[in-house]
């Protein structure tokens, strides 16, 4: 079962900053926060992990709570091309998946 | 970055006959890859975890005989959906674990249709 809870839906301004919550309160010492999205009949695509530490990378930034059970990905300038599902996941061996947040992005 | 590659993708069959859907990485080695299945407006459910070299773990409510896995080197893994029906019809989608980060990398999934 999917240890992570995400509001189903978001909108975002094109142009502004979205951030997308992820609560992960179950989660343990070794395991990592992965977050993918999923723009409709494709696979998913890999954005950013991390795990304690603040990460930033071309695409998004990820902030972890200093008690790791939350996390909050933020997309600095959305575009319409950002309008997807986006997952996070709590690595185990397996990743499963919950039922994500659809953000869309408006002109 | 690293590709994950599926194919067919998209096939439609007939039922009762089986249908076998790739899945390679292309850039990278992957001890472990694994299968989901994605149905119209739900997420992704896991199917079965696959070791290179070693039989498929395959999550609880999953026919193994239904759905054969092999995962014969470290850049390919194959299902195979055997003597398939119209509620196999679903969105098949693969994922590699890159050996060296750990990290996964998703196929771009296989649509099968079964009359």
């Known amino acids: 079962d999917a240890k992570t809870t995400q509001p189903p839906s978001m909108d975002c301004a094109e142009g502004r900053a979205a951030n997308l919550p992820c609560n992960h309160s179950t989660i343990s010492g070794n395991e990592y926060v992965y977050w993918y999205r999923q723009i409709h009949s494709q696979g998913p695509q890999y954005i950013i992990h991390g795990l304690k530490n603040n990460e930033t990378n071309e695409m998004a930034s990820l902030i972890i709570t200093e008690d790791r059970k939350s996390s909050t990905l933020i997309l600095p300038h959305a575009t319409l091309r950002d309008t997807a599902v986006y997952y996070c996941i709590v690595n185990g061996n397996q990743f499963y998946f919950g039922t994500g947040t659809s953000l869309t992005v408006i002109p | 970055g690293a590709v994950v590659s599926q194919h067919p993708s998209w096939v439609i069959c007939k039922s009762g006959t089986s249908v076998k859907i790739e899945c390679r990485s292309l850039?990278?080695?992957?001890?472990?890859m694994f299968w989901y299945r994605q149905f119209p407006k739900q997420s992704l459910m896991l199917m079965a975890t696959?070791?290179?070299?070693?039989?498929?773990?395959?999550e609880q409510g999953v026919e193994k005989d239904k759905f054969l896995i092999n995962h014969a080197s470290l850049t390919l893994s194959t299902l195979t959906v055997t003597s398939a029906h119209p509620e196999d019809s679903s969105f098949y989608i693969c994922?590699?674990?890159?050996?060296?980060?750990?990290?996964?990398?998703f196929g771009p999934g296989t649509r099968l249709t079964v009359l």
């Open positions: 994922s590699a674990r890159a050996t060296r980060t750990d990290t996964q990398y």
């Open positions: 850039d990278f080695q992957a001890t472990t």
């Open positions: 696959s070791n290179e070299g070693s039989k498929a773990t395959y």
